[in-house]
Nanobody, 119 residues
Framework: QVQLVESGGGLVQPGGSLRLSCKAS????????MGWYRQAPGKQRELVAV???????NYADSVKGRFTISRDNAKTTVYLQMNSLKPEDTAVYYC?????????????WGQGTQVTVSS
């Protein structure tokens, strides 16, 4: 059974930084894309950043230059370094992985971690 467990959310002041982590566990053979999404109250879930197996990265325009996505394949973990945080970054952040496991190819979500940017 594949599980994604996120950590690192919390309350931070505007201009501050947070680092989110998401570890994938289970009988995983290959991880393709790993990404982060977020959902603010009353809004649809949106893509924040994604990184492919060859290291290619894409970011939402709203976070370019402030957020950095990275992955550690040996640890099956994806990270999101968030700098210069703004109140509009407040949301529940979800990890997403496209991977191949003993159950076949699948797309999985973490449980979400709250990020609140407020003074």
């Amino acid at each position: 059974q594949v599980q994604l467990v996120e950590s690192g959310g919390g309350l931070v002041q505007p201009g501050g930084s947070l680092r989110l982590s998401c570890k994938a566990s289970g009988n995983i053979f290959s991880i393709y894309a790993m990404g982060w999404y977020r959902q603010a109250p009353g809004k649809q879930r949106e893509l924040v950043a994604v990184i492919t197996s060859n290291g290619s990265r894409n970011y939402a325009d709203s976070v370019k230059g402030r957020f950095t996505i990275s992955r550690d394949n040996a640890k099956t973990t994806v990270y999101l370094q968030m700098n210069s945080l703004k109140p509009e970054d407040t949301a529940v952040y979800y990890c997403n992985c496209d991977l191949y496991s003993s159950s076949g190819r699948g797309n999985y979500w973490g449980q979400g971690t709250q990020v609140t940017v407020s003074s």
